[in-house]
């Protein structure tokens, strides 16, 4: 009798773990992990770039989309979705419940997410989205018309899936760009890159002037090219950067 009833509870526990498997489902009160921003930029890189060690062959390319989710009334999520660069263009705002009421097949796997099936969301392969991590910064341009001064552009916010500023000085033209590559089809990098063009200039096979890597998890990276210098750091409580030390020393 005891072997029966082991039997029972093992077939019942196998078949429940199985079914939780397959479950596509994903309710908004169990996932607060979405409230944020996320961009498939490293998607659409891998299918566009010129470069054959990196390029990944499809015949049906995925569009430039970013969301933006955030909390609304009861359980439900507010959700922009834009495309482009830095989510130029605004396509639609909408509401979810829950994935599955927003696309036919949807998954969360930490911070990637999977959508397909309704607009704007229709291809092959499902559309997936990496979450942001937004990084604080600034620009500098040493000028060459006045001794030991510096032009300073500070303040800025970008994120790691290919967000860009540039330095805001009439006749200067440097865009910094922050993303998030898998090099080679291997290895996962973040790389900071400079071009010499304004930021609506910049596309996806566009050659910058010089740019650095460093691991992906990393927080801070600059680049110093003498006649154009940026540094970012990411936002996070405690982790000082040179736009909150300035913001305190104005405070003082």
Not at 25 to 51: H, K, M, R, S
Not at 227 to 248: A, S
């Amino acid at each position: 009798m005891k072997y029966l009833i082991s039997v029972v509870v093992f077939s019942t526990l196998f078949y429940s773990c199985k079914e939780a498997q397959t479950e596509t489902v994903v309710p908004l009160e169990e996932e607060t992990n979405l409230i944020g921003e996320w961009d498939n930029f490293q998607q659409y890189w891998l299918e566009n770039t010129a470069d054959d060690i990196h390029r990944l062959e499809t015949n049906n390319k995925h569009r430039h989309l970013s969301l933006r989710i955030a909390a609304a009334d009861g359980d439900r999520l507010k959700v922009e979705i834009r495309e482009g660069r830095n989510g130029k263009t605004l396509i639609k705002e909408t509401d979810w419940e829950d994935l599955s009421a927003a696309q036919t097949i949807s998954r969360i796997e930490g911070d990637t997410l999977y959508l397909e099936g309704k607009a704007p969301f229709e291809n092959t392969t499902p559309y997936r989205f990496v979450k942001t991590r937004k990084f604080s910064g600034w620009i500098e341009y040493p000028m060459t018309t006045i001794k030991d001064s510096i032009y300073r552009n500070g303040g800025l916010q970008i994120h790691d899936q290919g967000g860009m500023a540039e330095i805001d000085i009439e006749g200067v033209q440097y865009t910094a760009e922050l993303t998030q590559l898998l090099f080679a089809h291997k290895l996962a990098i973040m790389k900071l890159a400079i071009y010499d063009m304004p930021m609506d200039s910049v596309q996806i096979n566009s050659r910058s002037i010089s740019y650095t890597w460093l691991n992906p998890e990393a927080k801070r990276t600059g680049i110093n090219l003498r006649k154009v210098i940026t540094g970012w750091t990411l936002i996070e409580p405690g982790y000082q950067n040179q736009n909150t030390w300035r913001k305190e020393d104005k405070e003082e």
